[in-house]
T-cell receptor, first 115, second 114 residues
Framework: AQKITQTQPGMFVQEKEAVTLDCTYDTSDPSYGLFWYKQPSSGEMIFLIYQGSYDQQNATEGRYSLNFQKARKSANLVISASQLGDSAMYFCAMRASGGYQKVTFGTGTKLQVIP | SQTIHQWPATLVQPVGSPLSLECTVEGTSNPNLYWYRQAAGRGLQLLFYSVGIGQISSEVPQNLSASRPQDRQFILSSKKLLLSDSGFYLC?????????????FGPGTRLTVL
């Protein structure tokens, strides 16, 4: 069975600083994908970044990067130069191969950016 | 580009009343479609998914049902709402084949059952 763990229910970061949101996962499937989503107070889930289990390099998308440590089964999200608009809930998710590509979500981390 | 719509955005319904939430996707064909529910302050729970017209799979037994009458339309229904059906309902789509299988979400429907 797949499992995603986000141990930080809430975090604060100063504007313009970098912040790391933790995510660990558990799966016996050799092929899987890891995702991060942002959910602002409006509720919509916004896709941020994707990392495949066979990708050799860490994924980056603008100010977002994914620190993928396969041996440790961790996929931390790094947000550089935080902005006030980054205040939101952040969810880590995993998709294992096979079937209909079921995605398992973590419980989320609430990030608050302080001016 | 692809877009996904959900309506209504907000709904307040009495216990025992019926429910119909609609989700439509534009700009893609043969998508996988998903319904999720998010309780207040919680993560997402997958309710239903569909890989094609008329093909619905349920993840958890519940008071809800789903239908896919057209390729890009996904409907969540209930005959009689319960208090526990309150929550935020999100529809999502992903490509049927290839790619990263990233799911893209709609704006959601906030349902309150009184």
């Amino acid at each position: 069975a797949q499992k995603i763990t986000q141990t930080q229910p809430g975090m604060f970061v100063q504007e313009k600083e970098a912040v790391t949101l933790d995510c660990t996962y558990d799966t016996s499937d050799p092929s899987y994908g890891l995702f991060w989503y942002k959910q602002p107070s409006s509720g919509e889930m916004i896709f941020l970044i994707y990392q495949g289990s066979y990708d050799q390099q860490n994924a980056t998308e603008g100010r977002y990067s994914l620190n993928f440590q396969k041996a440790r089964k961790s996929a931390n999200l790094v947000i550089s130069a935080s902005q006030l608009g980054d205040s939101a809930m952040y969810f880590c998710a995993m998709r294992a191969s096979g079937g209909y590509q079921k995605v398992t979500f973590g419980t989320g981390t609430k990030l608050q950016v302080i001016p | 580009s692809q877009t996904i719509h959900q309506w209504p955005a907000t709904l307040v319904q009495p216990v025992g009343s019926p429910l119909s939430l609609e989700c439509t996707v534009e700009g893609t064909s043969n998508p996988n479609l998903y319904w999720y529910r998010q309780a207040a302050g919680r993560g997402l729970q997958l309710l239903f998914y569909s890989v094609g017209i008329g093909q619905i799979s349920s993840e958890v037994p519940q008071n809800l049902s789903a239908s896919r009458p057209q390729d890009r339309q996904f409907i969540l229904s209930s005959k009689k709402l319960l208090l526990s059906d309150s929550g935020f309902y999100l529809c999502a789509w992903s490509l049927r084949t290839g790619g990263t299988d990233t799911q893209y979400f709609g704006p959601g429907t906030r349902l309150t059952v009184l």
